[in-house]
């Protein structure tokens, strides 16, 4: 049973260039959290998905946004990167709000 | 405003050494609490985690935690860390209605054997 995988691993943007996050949920979830960690820091929650809208959002700008599809599978995207939005994307699904598992995560490095 | 603080942000230890690591939370109403271990290289993982009942949570690997309501703690603890344990450990609280988590900042564990 695969659990959560997120793709790419690892990324490297321009400052000011959008970028597109990809998340597949552990099977039988239906739920999908997206969070951010900066180095050093816990994950700061951005938003949550379940069937395909969004049902909760963290103190994030509007240049972060999110999809969710009919398969449960979800997308992060970010327009107009900083250098400030360097760190690890971490995605977590869950079964009805229960406990979340984790992916391995995204690298983004914004140059 | 919901907040969580984790006390000890770097901790080394001896292997057979005991552990207890701090966490405080400001929530009104029900609380989840979770903690969360990240090995070194790895996916974050729950170590275990308290809805009701029984104020005192047993996870994995021997590790163990106490639901204080009274002075909104839920500290994690372990008798004798082992060398494997190195590791950085959240605390993570959610609103009872939600199942979202607030991460704490980390604790840096490293246990030397």
């Known amino acids: 049973d695969a659990g959560v995988t997120q793709s790419p691993t690892h990324l490297i943007k321009t400052r000011g260039q959008q970028v597109t996050l990809r998340c597949s949920p552990k099977?039988?979830?239906?739920?999908v959290s997206w969070y951010q960690q900066a180095l050093g820091q816990g994950p700061q929650f951005i938003f949550q998905y379940y069937e395909e809208e969004e049902r909760q959002r963290g103190n994030f700008p509007d240049r972060f946004s999110g999809h969710q599809f009919p398969n449960y599978s979800s997308e992060l995207n970010v327009n107009a990167l900083l250098l400030g939005d360097s760190a690890l994307y971490l995605c977590?699904?869950?079964?009805?709000?229960?406990?979340?598992?984790f992916g391995q995560g995204t690298r983004l490095t914004v140059v | 405003a919901q907040s969580v603080s984790q006390h000890n942000h770097h901790v080394i230890l001896s292997e057979a050494a005991s552990l207890e690591l701090g966490c405080n939370y400001s929530y009104g109403g029900t609380v989840n609490l979770f903690w969360y271990v990240q090995y070194p290289g790895q996916h974050l993982q729950l170590l275990l985690k308290?809805?009701?009942?029984?104020?005192l949570v047993k996870g994995i690997k021997g590790f163990e935690a106490e639901f204080i309501k009274s002075k909104f703690s839920f500290n994690l603890r372990k008798p004798s860390v082992q060398w494997s344990d190195t590791a950085e450990y959240f605390c993570a609280p959610s609103s009872g209605g939600s199942y979202i988590p607030t991460f704490g900042r980390g604790t840096s564990l490293i246990v030397h054997p």
């Open positions: 099977s039988g979830h239906d739920t």
């Open positions: 977590a699904s869950s079964f009805q709000s229960m406990e979340a598992f």
């Open positions: 308290y809805f009701s009942g029984d104020p």
